[in-house]
């Protein structure tokens, strides 16, 4: 995303054109849209301010959101595979959504076979005899 205008450049446009300075002539001077120089007035003549928007929200907001009482669901229910812990949790969330909130609270959710017996292989054996 690119770096908003300068707080500086805002304020000397508004300025060249509450002088008296037409829009066009500014806006071409100062290397900027005739839209851009629009929005910073309507924007100073609603708040008294023409700086930048700054801490919005960024993305998607996150469906699950007490964190608590998704460490003590994980807690419960950490056997399940992740459709299956969407289905429990409910409230519309999907195994993605567990999936991104496992990975913000940094649990691992690599599943490992259990009751197999490690074995050789029958050519790695006559391989070792050797």
């Known amino acids: 995303m690119p770096a908003p205008y300068s707080d500086d450049l805002r304020q000397k446009a508004i300025a ?14 100062l ?29 998607c907001r996150h469906k699950i959101t007490d964190w608590q009482r998704f460490r003590e669901f994980v807690q ?4 399940k ?7 429990l949790w409910g409230e519309g969330v999907t195994q993605q959504n567990i999936s ?21 292989s029958l050519s790695a054996k006559s391989f070792k005899r050797d």
């Open 31 to 59: 290397n900027i849209s005739r839209n851009t120089l629009d929005q910073w007035l309507k924007r100073e003549a609603q708040t008294g301010k023409c700086g930048a928007i700054r801490n919005y929200q960024q993305g």
């Open 16 to 29: 060249a054109v509450k002088r008296g300075d037409r829009k066009t002539e500014v806006s071409r001077m």
């Open 76 to 79: 419960e229910h950490g056997g």
């Open 100 to 120: 991104d909130a496992l990975q913000k609270l940094g649990i691992s959710r690599k599943k490992r076979r259990t009751g197999i017996k490690s074995e050789m």
């Open 81 to 87: 595979t992740q459709g299956q812990m969407a289905t």
